[in-house]
Structure formats: structure tokens, C-alpha cells
């Protein structure tokens, strides 16, 4: 990272702490956002939005010199940062829950090469349609490379349309409008374009979603969702959001029409604060029309308040101290289960949560002899995942257990679930980075080595550090192997290990020392040696199974260019896929390590 960039960030750090420290609210938790470009690069001047969880803006503004932007969020909420750049796409990430343990939290963006779309919607005798939703489609890409809201435009009364921020690369420009099928243009973008679209008049296949059991008050307040999906290993097929997004109607139906013949309809889903339905998601099979009954489950809270208007940083009124806990009550339990340690110790009031698909979260406190029921409408053959909310402490089976460290079992009508404990793993260490480098805000991940010795790692935990760059990472169920500590990412990599826990089952006084992350760079060209922009690049792994998550997939800018940053030493190859899912092209084996930090490499695609 440059050194503009690193002591801007420290300094905008710095000024959101002494804020939060003196005098103001300790709910508020600070953040920092980078705005990356295809090649890696700081962007700045950039648009950023941040929203609420419920989709109410927080706040608004412009990256600095550094392609830094810094804001406050009150705690225990997580926020949505979009940034966008003319000439670039629209960038999106989630970040985690925000609490004064990982304040302050830094977040990356990253931004791809984009180009502008005009256009006509016609019907199939040349006549301009007005009032077309318009979209552009990129169903090819990984998820992790586009997780904004996808571009939507009307058509205007002569038809005409545009889309300003449509990756490079391989798209598809999809309109819908009330009396029509679903229309679509392919084309591969390299630079601005003209696409017309045209659509073919008739109601395509009918999709009805109704509502049963929700008072008529609450009806206007619910949502239909649908996300349409084709056979392994084709992707999901981008739509308009009128395709997508209906509200309910007075008489307790989402009523679509204009949806495309092929793909079969697959979790369509019901929202709305403070409700639940049963069952969670459906699917319609492809070419037929579908009806679909949703039941309510429960109402748990009141109709919710409108969203607040954009707020600057200043910190909102202190809320009281939540009440102790107190085991839960249930009048009807269709689950009961136990707690207890491995000495066989009841452990009450402690949080067990509970997942099934048809029922969505249920949460339990356990009483004093270590007893817990929940009354949830749960059926034979339903798996519910249970999970305990302590960081000192973890379930423990011998079954297979997922990262998050839930265990997952069939429901079995009148069984009591007998949970195990064990005293929960942790490590604290600190990160140390060149002089003028910020420590704050970086993820450090616990690695866990394979079995018998392989090379192979797994996630097994996280932690965010503070501005002294010390980090803590807790609520581990204990490795039985070797485990590392490491940072992947932009900033640059570190690692510190093979460690294994004691008795005591914490590792303290951990230090890793931040450096230049190892790079890849290169170009895609075609069998002239052309550049291909919108090229889908991929850097897999060779021998060694070792890259960040999610930063291993990318596309080629409007010189063909790309780069990786942040991945661990090893090898690997560059694959490169132009048009449609399949790899046009790769590179041979390479190693990137700490003697060749940084290599150029050149996809050559023959068939292009």
C-alpha cells in the first residue's frame, strides 16, 4: 500500500477513535473503506453510499487522495459500502457486525472496468416500447466478483434506454415490460455500445405466491422474492427486478407474469419484518406456470418504523444495558435438550440458537440444571443446526461440524438433544507493519493444518486488529494439529507459525510482521496478441492450496490487464474464460514466493 494511503488511513482512524473516546457513545464503532481499480490501485474521488442492514442510507461522500473513506456505525448492526467511479463499475461489500472489539473495521472495494450501453426496446414489429425495465446480465461471473444491486433502467417514451456501468466481458441486456415475454440481446462488451432489444408480445410464464394466515393490516408490508436458477453447473439467470421483487396485494397474492420459459423458479421466499412464513422456498419446474402457498409461521414484533434519513457520524442516544439473562420460557416446546460439560456439569443460562431451512433462527437460554425448549414447526427429516453463543465456549461431537461451529442433526419428535461443552480455544498476538503503516482494521485468520501432516489448510477462525494493532481471536473449537496465523490480502501478507495449543488452549504473545504482498500481474490477448478486455481470470492453485478468500477471481481492464495481490506463496496457474463458463486458456505452472514477489504472466487465447 502507498504510503500516502497508509498514513491517511492512519490518521482517519486515529481521529474516529479520539471521537468515540471522548464523550460520545460508546455504541458507535469506526470504519474504513479502500476503493481498489482493476489493477489493484487506490481509486480516488470515488461515490460511496452506506446503508443500513434495512436499506436506509447512513452515509454519503467521496474517497480521499488515497482512495479512502471514513465513517461511524452504531454497534451490533452490519452496513452495505457501494462505490462507484465513471468510466468503472459499481463496487459492493457486507462488512461483519459492527462491535467495539473489531473497531475499528476496515473494508475493501474493488472496482472493474465498465462501459456504457445505449439502446432501443422494440416489440417485433419495430415499435418502441416505453416503460421497459432494462438490465444487464452477467450470469457467468462468481458471485464474489458483483454483490451490488444489479443496474436497472427504464425505457424512456421513444424506447430508448441506458446503462452507464456494464462490466467488460461477457453480458447479456435483458428487458421486460407489462404485455411481454422476457427479451434479450447477447453481446460481448470491449467499449461503449448500441444494443437494441426486442420483445415479443404475450405473458410468458405465470408465477402466483399466496399468502396464508396474515392479518390483512400486515399484508402491504410483505415482499416476494424469487431467484431463478439453471441446471448444475450452468449460473443463475440475472432479471428485472419486476421479475423478482413483488409486493403482495390486497387479496394476499404476488402475481408475476413475462418470466422466461427455461430456467426452473427456485427460492422464491417471503420477507417482512417481524414475520415468518413456512416453507422457506419452493420450486416451479422450467417451461410450466407455478403456484406457490406460503403459511405464516409467526409474528415476532411490530410493524417496523420508516427508515431514518441520512445520518452524519455524530452518535445516537445511548440505549440501557441489555437485562441479564433468564432461561426461556415455553409454554408448547416441540424440541427440549440439555446442556453440560464434559465432566457432565449442567451449564445454564447460557444461548443456544437453533436453524432449520423451514423455520428459520430460534434462540433458547438455557435454565440452571442446563435444560432448553424451543416451539418451532419443525418435521421429520428437517436438519437444525445448533449453535451456542458464548465465546468461552464450544459444542463438541463427533460428528462432522461446520466452520461457524454449529452441529447439525436430523429432528427427531420427542428426543432430547444432549449438548456437549467444551472450554472454547483462543489466541492474542499483534501485527507489526513497516514504519508510516497503518495496523488497524487488518483480518488475521487462523489456518488449521490437514490431517497427517498434509498442506492442505482450512479456516478455522478470525480476529480484526486494533490501532495498536493487537487482535484476538476466540470462541475456537480447539485444533487437535498445528494451526498458523496469517494475513492475506491487498495490504500486504504475514505469517507466524505452526503453533499447537496446550492444555491451557491459548496462544499468547503472537507477532506477525506485515510486508509487501506477492503480486501477479499480466495480460489477456488473443491469438494476434491482441487484448481481450472482459476477460473472466482466475488464479488457481497448483501444489499448494493457498489464496485469500475471494481474491482469486477477476476480470481483464480495457487493456486486458489484471492482477492478483495477497495470495501466499506457492503455485499456481492463470486461467482465463472469454466467452461463456468453460476456460478458454491457461498458463503453465509458476511459483510465486518470497524471492519472486511479484510475476508477469500472458494468457494467450487461441480460439478468440
Not at 469506526?30 to 461515490?47: D, F, K, M
Not at 420483445?199 to 399468502?211: F, H, P, T, W
Not at 496462544?507 to 495480460?523: S, Y
Not at 476480470?555 to 496457474?573: H, I, N, Q, T
Request: with cysteine.
Amino acid at each position: 500500500m502507498p504510503a500516502t494511503a497508509t498514513v491517511s488511513r492512519a490518521l482517519g482512524l486515529m481521529a474516529l477513535l479520539v471521537s468515540v473516546l471522548v464523550g460520545q457513545s460508546p455504541r458507535i464503532a469506526s470504519v474504513s473503506v479502500t476503493v481498489y481499480g482493476p489493477l489493484l490501485e487506490p481509486v480516488p474521488n470515488a461515490e460511496i453510499t452506506v446503508r443500513r442492514s434495512d436499506w436506509s442510507p447512513l452515509k454519503h461522500g467521496k474517497t480521499d487522495g488515497s482512495g479512502q473513506f471514513f465513517f461511524s456505525g452504531e454497534e451490533g448492526t452490519w452496513v452495505y459500502c457501494c462505490a462507484v467511479v465513471p468510466g468503472l463499475g459499481v463496487g459492493c461489500e457486507f462488512t461483519r457486525p459492527l462491535t467495539r472489539e473489531n473497531s475499528p473495521m476496515h473494508v475493501d472495494v474493488k472496482l472493474f472496468a465498465a462501459a456504457t450501453i445505449r439502446g432501443t426496446v422494440r416489440d417485433d414489429k419495430g415499435k418502441p416500447i416505453a416503460g421497459a425495465e432494462v438490465i444487464h446480465g452477467f450470469d457467468n461471473a462468481p458471485i464474489m466478483l458483483f454483490k451490488g444491486e444489479t443496474e436497472a433502467v427504464m425505457s424512456d417514451a421513444s424506447g430508448a434506454f441506458v446503462l452507464s456501468h456494464v462490466p467488460l466481458g461477457d453480458i447479456a441486456v435483458r428487458a421486460s415490460a407489462e404485455g411481454f415475454e422476457l427479451g434479450e440481446t447477447p453481446i460481448y462488451l470491449r467499449q461503449d455500445a448500441t444494443v437494441d432489444v426486442v420483445l415479443k408480445r404475450g405473458r410468458g410464464r405465470e408465477l402466483v405466491v399466496a399468502v396464508k394466515g396474515v392479518p390483512a393490516d400486515r399484508l402491504p408490508d410483505i415482499e416476494c422474492r424469487m431467484i431463478v436458477s439453471r441446471p448444475y453447473p450452468q449460473p443463475q439467470m440475472t432479471l428485472p427486478p419486476r421479475l423478482v421483487r413483488v409486493r403482495v396485494d390486497e387479496r394476499g397474492e404476488c402475481v408475476i407474469r413475462g418470466l422466461p420459459p427455461e430456467p426452473e423458479l427456485s427460492m422464491i421466499r417471503l420477507e417482512a419484518d417481524g414475520m415468518r412464513f413456512h416453507p422457506q422456498w419452493e420450486k416451479v419446474e422450467p417451461g410450466k406456470d407455478g403456484r406457490v402457498t406460503f403459511r405464516l409461521d409467526a409474528i415476532t414484533g411490530p410493524r417496523p418504523r420508516p427508515a431514518p434519513a441520512v445520518a452524519d457520524s455524530a452518535a445516537p442516544d445511548p440505549e440501557p444495558e441489555p437485562a441479564p439473562l433468564v432461561p426461556s420460557l415455553v409454554e408448547n416446546p416441540t424440541l427440549r435438550g440439555v446442556l453440560r460439560d464434559e465432566a457432565g456439569k449442567p451449564r445454564g443460562l447460557m444461548r443456544v440458537r437453533l436453524y432449520a431451512d423451514r423455520t428459520g433462527w430460534r434462540e433458547a437460554v438455557t435454565a440452571e440444571d442446563g435444560t432448553f425448549a424451543v416451539d418451532a414447526k419443525y418435521e421429520v427429516g428437517d436438519r437444525i443446526a445448533f449453535e451456542l453463543r458464548n465465546p468461552d465456549w464450544v459444542l463438541v461431537e463427533d460428528a462432522p461440524q461446520d466452520w461457524m461451529g454449529s452441529i447439525w442433526r436430523p429432528y427427531e419428535h420427542g428426543k432430547v438433544q444432549d449438548l456437549v461443552v467444551t472450554a472454547a480455544a483462543k489466541v492474542r498476538g499483534t501485527v507489526q507493519a513497516p514504519r508510516g503503516e497503518s495496523v488497524a482494521g487488518l483480518r488475521v485468520w487462523l489456518e488449521v493444518g490437514g490431517p497427517d501432516g498434509s498442506p492442505a489448510r482450512h479456516f478455522g477462525g478470525a480476529g480484526t486488529t486494533d490501532a495498536k494493532g493487537a487482535f484476538v481471536i476466540e470462541g475456537l473449537r480447539p485444533p487437535g494439529g498445528e494451526v498458523w496465523l496469517a494475513i492475506r490480502g491487498l495490504c500486504g501478507t504475514a505469517e507466524a507459525g505452526p503453533f499447537k495449543f496446550e492444555a491451557l488452549r491459548v496462544l499468547e504473545g503472537i507477532e506477525l510482521k506485515l510486508q509487501a504482498p506477492l503480486a501477479v500481474t499480466g495480460t489477456v490477448v488473443d491469438r494476434a496478441g491482441k487484448p481481450i478486455p472482459g476477460a473472466r481470470v482466475r488464479l488457481a492453485a497448483g501444489r499448494v492450496d493457498a489464496t485469500a478468500p475471494g481474491a482469486n477471481e477477476t476480470l481483464s481492464d480495457a487493456k486486458g490487464r489484471f492482477a492478483f495481490r495477497g495470495m501466499k506463496a506457492g503455485e499456481y496457474v492463470v486461467e482465463a474464460r472469454v466467452r461463456g463458463p468453460d476456460v478458454a486458456a491457461k498458463t503453465k505452472l509458476f511459483e510465486v514466493s518470497e524471492k519472486k514477489r511479484s510475476i508477469e504472466q500472458q494468457v494467450k487465447v487461441l480460439g478468440n
